[in-house]
């Protein structure tokens, strides 16, 4: 069950940035990354920073694929000058004309951020677009849970403040 206290914190500026790129790229889906911190472990997380697409990004109907080398670069920059306090939270993407649930495609992807080692992040966020006018949801990758003999990550529903 979901804890009533489990929420992401957005700053308007940052929802209206992504509303932006999900216009300008609308019918096609966009996205990027976040930075930002766990204000209660792994309950309460706090968005800083907001990443785009990045200049050599593929924006198609159904899917979206990242200039990886600009978001890394971005990343160790703002990193670095949040005094290595913001880091790598998770993504977030658009899908345009649909809703903001996550595709299967968005749980693999959740759970291999999870995953993977180099991002640093167990328990990462996916933010999802839907529109326009757009709505936002925001998840979370559970720790892995052992369910019978599976074992199992789930992706989590946060409530989302957008605040000034």
């Given at each position: 069950?979901q804890n009533q ?160």
């Amino acid at each position: 069950m979901q804890n009533q206290t489990e929420i992401a914190w957005i700053p308007e500026k940052m929802f209206e940035a992504m509303t932006i790129e999900a216009d300008r790229t609308f019918p096609d889906e966009t996205g990027g990354v976040l930075l930002g911190y766990w204000a209660k472990p792994y309950s309460e997380v706090v968005v800083t920073q907001l990443i785009g697409p990045g200049p050599r990004a593929i924006h198609k109907r159904n899917r979206f694929i990242p200039d990886s080398d600009y978001q890394e670069e971005e990343i160790a920059r703002l990193y670095k000058e949040s005094g290595h306090l913001h880091v790598y939270l998770g993504d977030w993407h658009t899908h345009p004309g649909s809703t903001a649930y996550l595709s299967p495609k968005d749980h693999r992807t959740l759970d291999r951020i999870a995953e993977f080692p180099e991002a640093r992040m167990p328990v990462p966020i996916m933010v999802v677009l839907s529109g326009p006018p757009w709505s936002i949801k925001v998840w979370k990758a559970s720790p892995i849970e052992c369910v019978g003999a599976t074992l199992l990550r789930r992706a989590i529903p946060l409530a989302v403040q957008i605040y000034t």
